[in-house]
């Protein structure tokens, strides 16, 4: 037998398990995440906090703490082009707390 194809059907195989532990992991999720972005700057925040975004079930709240001076203004943006709920912004020290709902 060719050995690349042992390793596929390997790969085959596992995948079912996979599948499980991912389901598990998306039944865990709590309906609040944080996401700390202190310390990147533009267009960081906003680019992370899409992918965040996409990977959160709908209705659930974001939490992303930002210390970019743009970066709440292209998140608002980001909301606002995408669907989603900017639900408000408050500012701590040096940092910027913005709380978002996935559409």
Same mark, same amino acid.
């Given at each position: 037998m060719v050995p690349w194809i *042992?390793?596929?059907i390997q790969a085959i195989e596992?995948?079912?398990s996979r599948v499980k &532990?991912?389901?598990e992991r998306m039944d865990s999720t709590?309906?609040?995440e944080e996401l700390d972005l202190t *310390?990147?700057?533009c267009p960081l925040?906003?680019?992370m906090t899409a992918r965040?975004? &996409?990977r959160l079930p709908s209705g659930t709240l974001l939490a992303v703490t930002v210390t970019d001076a743009l970066a709440p203004l292209d998140i608002r943006f980001l909301c606002e082009r995408e669907g989603h709920e900017f639900i408000e912004q408050s500012n701590a020290d040096d940092a910027v707390?913005?709380?978002l709902r996935r559409k």
């Open positions: *042992g390793f596929r596992m995948r079912p &532990r991912a389901q709590p309906a609040h *310390g990147l700057k925040p906003s680019l965040a975004l &996409r707390r913005l709380m």
